[in-house]
C-alpha cells in the first residue's frame, strides 16, 4: 500500500494592514510593561509641553533663586529693620522705605539713594515672570492655577486686566493691592511686551511708590522712630517666631508623593 503523495502546506499569510479587526496574536501584543517609562519633564505641574532647553532650564533655575531668596529674607527682614532700616529700604522692602522716610524726617541724608536703590530691588526678579511667559505661554500660568476654580478665575481676571491696560497693570503691581504680579507680568511676556518697555515702565512705577513710601515715612516722623526703637527691643523674639513658623510648615509638608510644583514670587 503506497502513502498519499507530500502536498506543502499553505504558508499563513499576515494579516491585511487594509482591515484593522485583524489584531496579532498574543506572542506578538506588547507586554504592559514593555511601555515606555515617563521623563522627568513629562510630569504634572510643569509648563512645558516638550523637552525644556538650556533657556527653558534657566528660567526655572532663576524663578527657584527668586523663591529662595524671599524663603531667606523672610525670617530675617525684622531684624535688619530693627538693626539697620536703611539697609531694609535699599532691598526695596515697604516698610524699611517708610522707616528710611521717618529717619530722614529727622536729618538721615541715606534716604535718596535708599529710595533709588529701593526702587531697582524692588523690581529685581520682575523680568524672570516675563521671560516665563514669553517662553510658555499661558502654561505657567494654568500650573498656578492649579485645580482650584476660585485661583483660575482670579488668574484669567489678572491677565485679561494686563491684556487691556499693559503699563497701567504694570503700575498698579507696585500698589499694595491683591493683584497676583507675576500673573500679570507672564501674561505680557506671553503677549508680546516688549522687554525694554516692560522694565522702562517697571522702573518709573517703582521709582515713584518708592517715593510714596518714604514720603509717607517721612510725614510720621519721630513717632515711626520710636515704635522702631521699642519694636527693636523684641526683634529677636519676632525674626525666631517666624522662623520657627517655617520650620513647622516645612515638617507638615515633607513626606509623600508630591507632584514637582513651579515655585512663585517672593513676597515684598
Not at 135 to 145: K, T
Request: aromatic share 12%; charged share 15%.
Amino acid at each position: 500500500m503506497t502513502s498519499p503523495p507530500y502536498q506543502p502546506q499553505p504558508e499563513p499569510t499576515p494579516p491585511d494592514p487594509a482591515r484593522p479587526d485583524e489584531s496579532p496574536s498574543p506572542a506578538e501584543s506588547p507586554a504592559p510593561g514593555d511601555e515606555p517609562a515617563r521623563e522627568w519633564w513629562e510630569e504634572p505641574g510643569l509648563p512645558w509641553k516638550t523637552k525644556p532647553t538650556r533657556a527653558d532650564i534657566a528660567c526655572l533655575s532663576w524663578m527657584g533663586f527668586a523663591s529662595l531668596y524671599g524663603l531667606i529674607l523672610l525670617p530675617l527682614r525684622p531684624l535688619i529693620l530693627g538693626l539697620a532700616p536703611n539697609v531694609l529700604g535699599s532691598l526695596g522692602y515697604r516698610t524699611g522705605l517708610v522707616m528710611t522716610g521717618a529717619l530722614g524726617s529727622l536729618g538721615d541724608p541715606w534716604w535718596p539713594l535708599v529710595t533709588l536703590l529701593g526702587a531697582l530691588m524692588s523690581m529685581k526678579f520682575d523680568w524672570i515672570f516675563w521671560w516665563a511667559g514669553k517662553l510658555w505661554g499661558h502654561g505657567l500660568i494654568e500650573v498656578w492655577s492649579g485645580r482650584s476654580d476660585r485661583a483660575r478665575r482670579r488668574n484669567e481676571r489678572a491677565i485679561a486686566f494686563a491684556h487691556k491696560y499693559e503699563s497701567l497693570a504694570i503700575f498698579v503691581t507696585y500698589l499694595p493691592i491683591p493683584l497676583p504680579s507675576a500673573v500679570v507680568y507672564a501674561a505680557l511676556g506671553a503677549a508680546g511686551t516688549k522687554l525694554s518697555k516692560f522694565l522702562l515702565v517697571g522702573f518709573a512705577s517703582s521709582l515713584f511708590t518708592a517715593g510714596l513710601y518714604v514720603y509717607l515715612g517721612w510725614t510720621i516722623g519721630e513717632p515711626a522712630v520710636a515704635v522702631l526703637d521699642t519694636y527693636g527691643q523684641y526683634l529677636w523674639y519676632v525674626s525666631l517666631a517666624i522662623l520657627a513658623g517655617l520650620l513647622v510648615m516645612a515638617f507638615r509638608n515633607r513626606g509623600g508623593n508630591r507632584k514637582p510644583t513651579i515655585p512663585g514670587p517672593p513676597r515684598v
